[in-house]
């Protein structure tokens, strides 16, 4: 069974940081691109950074370029996110998604980031 | 990019069917075949229910369909259920390996 599942997410404070990991199994990660996408409460979902298969590229969002890096483990099967200078409207349910045919397949169940003074 | 417009509610009767739009420009929905439909329960991840414009994956039901036509794609859901209850959001392909979202539409089934 395809699994995604996130962590990290939390309460932190305007420029403060925080990393999230996503744990994948039931799948042969290291063949798919994998994406951030976030969703703010009671809005749609927006698309954050992508990163292909082997790591070796990645894109960004406009918004949190020069903030936010993606990384992954293929060796872990395991996705992350490094979130740098966090401001208040950086607040959603971020989730980790697997890309199939450009299009966002599978979503883990989300972890909440909070960023609040 | 901006986000793909859908209509806030839509509604319908047990059995009726109802139809969401989403909008969006020839940059997205109008150039690429790679529209999807996702539905979403509170508190829950978003589900894919339809791929690459009209495309159900396994498991869906054959309520579900979808369709485009220029800058517009459309999810229709037919022989409503009150499973069917839920929100809705689309999603396209928008070049240089990026998505651009819908900003959901609220089925109720009344």
């Known amino acids: 069974e395809v699994q995604l599942v996130e962590s990290g997410g939390g309460s932190v404070q305007p420029g403060g940081s925080l990393r999230l990991s996503c744990a994948t199994s039931?799948?042969?990660?290291?063949?798919?691109?994998m994406h951030w996408v976030r969703q703010a409460p009671g809005k749609g979902p927006v698309w954050v950074s992508r990163?292909?298969?082997?790591?070796?590229?990645?894109s960004y969002a406009d918004f949190v370029k020069g903030r936010f890096t993606i990384s992954r483990d293929n060796a872990k099967n395991t996705l992350y996110l490094q979130m740098n200078s966090l401001r208040v409207e950086d607040t959603a349910v971020y989730y980790c998604?697997?890309?199939?045919?450009?299009?966002?397949?599978?979503w883990g169940q989300g972890t909440l980031v909070s960023v609040s003074s | 990019q901006s986000a793909l417009t859908q209509p806030r509610s839509v509604s319908g009767s047990p059995g009726q069917s109802v139809t969401i739009s989403c909008t969006g420009t020839s940059s997205d929905v109008g150039t690429y075949n790679y529209v999807s439909w996702y539905q979403q329960r509170p508190g829950k991840a978003p589900k894919l229910m339809i791929s690459?414009?009209?495309q159900r994956p396994s498991g869906v039901p054959d309520r579900f369909s979808g369709s485009k036509s220029g800058n517009t794609a459309s999810l229709t859901v037919s022989g409503l259920q009150a499973e069917d209850e839920a929100d809705y959001y689309c999603?396209?392909?928008?070049?240089?390996?990026?998505?651009?979202f819908g900003g959901g539409t609220k089925l109720t089934v009344l």
């Open positions: 998604v697997r890309d199939e045919r450009y299009a966002p397949s599978r």
């Open positions: 039931g799948f042969t990660f290291s063949d798919y691109w």
């Open positions: 690459d414009v009209t």
């Open positions: 999603c396209s392909y928008a070049g240089s390996y990026t998505w651009v």
């Open positions: 990163i292909i298969s082997d790591g070796s590229s990645a």
